[in-house]
């Protein structure tokens, strides 16, 4: 039987997956109902992570793909991945949608990203684990050297971060990719890695993550969501969500989280 053509796009994937759900085998089956509940990770995950998720066999999920009427599982994820990356429109699309909508005087503007701001901040508590807070400050304050790495919107957290750590006298280190350097073979043993990243994640962020979580060095990762690419084995994860306006997102309740973390850093080191 020929394999129907592949969905054009995320809501005609889930209608596929419906469509296809019927009188599957029972390992077709298991990647179905996986899929339909977790279909936000196939953006970020392998095949072989989603088949371990769904308890089934790396070639039983590449089958479920051609069912689905993709070649492959590369095929599949790119539909995701191209979803991903257009959750937010183009910048002169922003501003262009604030202007027809009347918001675009400065007074307006204002008054809605410090809204945006505080319902961000009162976000902040409920999103960050304080088991995993604490965990993350014991890493950190006993590391010999505290790596930090943020681009793109991260950056001006990480560069905040070191700068914090500079004045308390706490070693740090900004990996800021200068020169496209990795800057990866100066972390050591007895160090630690803050890595910083959101949606569109960074690749570059989360492969140092990935390559410190690897070599044993104690990780810390401030991202937006659970499903994030940097929640990797061997990293600790504190999320925290910004409200957007107009789809601009300040950084008001990951600048709080990362002065908290330095605070307490400091104060763990002087004790």
Known sequence: MQNPAAPQNVDMFH?????????????MRQCAEYLAEHSDRIAFCTVAELATAAQVQPSAMMRF????????????????KESV????????????????????SPSALLAEFVDAGRMSLENLTNSVDPRSLD????????????????LRRAYPVASYLVYAFEK???????????GNLSQRHSVRKGDALIAITFAPYSEDTVALASHCAGQG??????TDTLISPIQLKGVLPLCV?????????SL???????ITLAVSIGAEKNA
Do not use: W
Not at 15 to 24: A, W, Y
Not at 135 to 150: D, E, R, Y
Not at 242 to 248: P, Y
């Open 252 to 258: 008001s309740a990951t600048l709080s989280l990362a």
């Open 15 to 27: 209608q596929r997956l419906r469509d296809v759900s019927e009188n599957l085998p029972k390992r």
């Open 135 to 150: 965990t993350a400050v014991a890493q950190l304050s006993k590391a010999n050297m505290i790596h930090v790495v943020g």
């Open 65 to 80: 793909c051609q069912i689905m009427g993709f070649r492959g599982y590369s095929e599949m994820q790119k539909l995701f």
């Open 85 to 104: 990356s257009t959750g937010f429109p183009d910048y002169e699309s922003r501003l262009t949608a604030l202007r027809e909508s009347g918001a675009g």
């Open 168 to 178: 308390m006298q706490i070693p740090a280190m900004l990996h800021d990719g200068t």
């Open 241 to 249: 969500s910004e409200v957007d306006f107009g789809a601009f997102r």
């Open 217 to 222: 060095i104690p990780v810390v990762a401030i």
